[in-house]
């Protein structure tokens, strides 16, 4: 079946730093890849995706590249901010069979402190 | 639009009791989605719909679990008799899916916080 395996977290930051988290995927086929971002107390929202294999996805300074040959989706940002402080999700979802459901990672919480 | 709505936003309520849930979708959103988020097993998918009909109640934990969806604003999910390892946030999610091999973003919630005592 597919699954996602990320980095446990909290990941713990000073403002500015250089963050990476790490997303592992496991599916047959060609899944489509995604990071969602949950703020406390809140749903959570779409941050970035990539639906290819050597696709970048990227937003508001986040980017990730879908590796196929590592199975791979890791995400990266140059210089985190405070308000970056959320827990993150790396997940996949299999549309070129049509499945609508994401098989999601079990998160990671990022802390960024001034 | 106002996004996906669920209420109740946070529900306590003891052993035994029944539990519903409620979610109303983007407006136009063909696929709605029910997923629970614990600390020890993260989210999980429950149940979806398209077009209000089931498609993959896979998820759903055991028998006391119940989800509907009667027209294509509202949908239901209900635990009855409720336990305390019921505990844990749902969500609801929605999607206006283009094709297959196309994605759009899913759209989710606040959740509900259910804490059974």
């Known amino acids: 079946g597919n699954s996602v395996t990320q980095m446990e977290g909290p990941v713990t930051l000073s403002e500015e730093a250089f963050l990476t988290i790490n997303c592992t995927y496991t599916?047959?086929?060609?899944?489509?890849l995604f990071w969602y971002v949950q703020y406390p107390g809140e749903g959570l929202q779409l941050l970035l995706k990539a639906t290819k294999a050597d696709d970048k996805g990227s937003n508001k300074g986040f980017e990730a590249t879908y590796r196929k040959e590592t199975t791979s989706f890791h995400l990266e940002k140059g210089s985190v901010q405070v308000s970056d402080s959320a827990v993150y999700f790396c997940?996949?979802?299999?549309?070129?069979?049509?499945?609508?459901?994401?098989?999601f990672g079990s998160g990671t919480r990022l802390q960024v402190q001034p | 639009d106002a996004g996906v709505i669920q209420s109740p936003r946070h529900e306590v309520t003891e052993m035994g009791q029944e539990v519903t849930l409620r979610c109303k979708p983007i407006s136009g959103h063909d696929y709605l989605f029910w997923y629970r988020q614990t600390m020890m097993r993260g989210l999980e998918l429950l149940i979806y719909f398209n077009n209000n009909v089931p498609i993959d109640d896979s998820g759903m934990p055991e028998d006391r679990f119940s989800a509907k969806m009667p027209n294509a604003s509202f949908s239901t999910l209900k635990i009855q008799p409720s336990e305390p390892r019921d505990s844990a946030v749902y969500f609801c999610?929605?999607?206006?899916?283009?094709?297959?091999?196309?994605?759009?973003?899913?759209?989710f919630g606040p959740g509900t916080r259910l804490t059974v005592l």
């Open positions: 999610a929605s999607i206006n899916y283009p094709g297959t091999g196309l994605y759009n973003e899913q759209f």
């Open positions: 599916a047959t086929g060609y899944p489509s």
């Open positions: 997940a996949l979802s299999r549309v070129d069979t049509g499945r609508r459901a994401l098989t």
